[in-house]
T-cell receptor
Framework: DSGVTQTPKHLITATGQRVTLRCSPR?????VYWYQQSLDQGLQFLIQ???????AKGNILERFSAQQFPDLHSELNLSSLELGDSALYFC????????????FGPGTRLTVL | AQTVTQSQPEMSVQEAETVTLSCTYD???????LFWYKQPPSRQMILVIR??????QNATENRFSVNFQKAAKSFSLKISDSQLGDTAMYFC?????????????FGKGITLSVRP
């Protein structure tokens, strides 16, 4: 158990819908990262937050957005869902911005039908 | 931009034998970190081993060791005395901690099967 929690574990929804994935980092970790794992794209970085502020963006679609709240939990919002958004979404956390080991949550499996 | 290449999609090894997984990367950074992550069928991402680029000594963690060749930009993982529980997908990853972004860049992964 990494100490990072993600909910829900599985999500099945239809095209065009909107979903929210939630992540609670390890106690004391200020940075949260979101990654997407799909068969087509592999594992890729989406976005990073540090202490409530966006720090870096990767290959995140405009239909996707995220935020980190004052209690440091983070939410990833996916809207106007397409079949190709079906993937495993990981959240990871680390102590701060520089090098620190990233601890991964168990992931949320999103299936878009 | 950094890239990580894992050219072997699959490998198989007999239990108790040794296997080496290959990884190459490309970067213009001088300060960076390299990682091997394991993803078993449970899908959990587990850190296996990490290497700091400024360290010449290869990292080891029990049965896992790396061969880090900085000039060649090569970072291979050796698993000794393979066990059935080592069956998983293995990802090589790169991180440069400079600047504001400390994201991980992953290779496409290699599926390792350990045969009894």
């Amino acid at each position: 158990d990494s100490g990072v929690t993600q909910t829900p574990k599985h999500l099945i929804t239809a095209t065009g819908q909107r979903v929210t994935l939630r992540c609670s980092p390890r106690s004391g970790d200020l940075s949260v990262y979101w990654y997407q794992q799909s068969l087509d794209q592999g594992l890729q970085f989406l976005i990073q937050y540090y202490n409530g502020e966006e720090r870096a963006k990767g290959n995140i679609l405009e239909r996707f957005s995220a935020q980190q709240f004052p209690d440091l939990h983070s939410e990833l919002n996916l809207s106007s869902l397409e079949l190709g958004d079906s993937a495993l979404y990981f959240c990871a956390s680390s102590k701060n911005r520089g090098y620190n080991e990233q601890f991964f949550g168990p992931g949320t499996r999103l299936t878009v039908l | 931009a950094q890239t990580v290449t894992q050219s072997q999609p699959e490998m198989s090894v007999q239990e108790a034998e040794t296997v080496t997984l290959s990884c190459t990367y490309d970067t213009s950074e001088s300060n960076y970190y390299l990682f091997w992550y394991k993803q078993p069928p449970s899908r959990q991402m587990i850190l296996v081993i990490r290497q700091e680029a400024y360290k010449q000594q290869n990292a080891t963690e029990n049965r896992f060791s790396v061969n880090f060749q900085k000039a060649a930009k090569s970072f291979s993982l050796k698993i000794s005395d393979s066990q059935l529980g080592d069956t998983a997908m293995y990802f090589c990853a790169f991180m440069s901690p400079t600047g504001a972004n400390s994201k991980l860049t992953f290779g496409k992964g290699i599926t390792l099967s350990v045969r009894p």
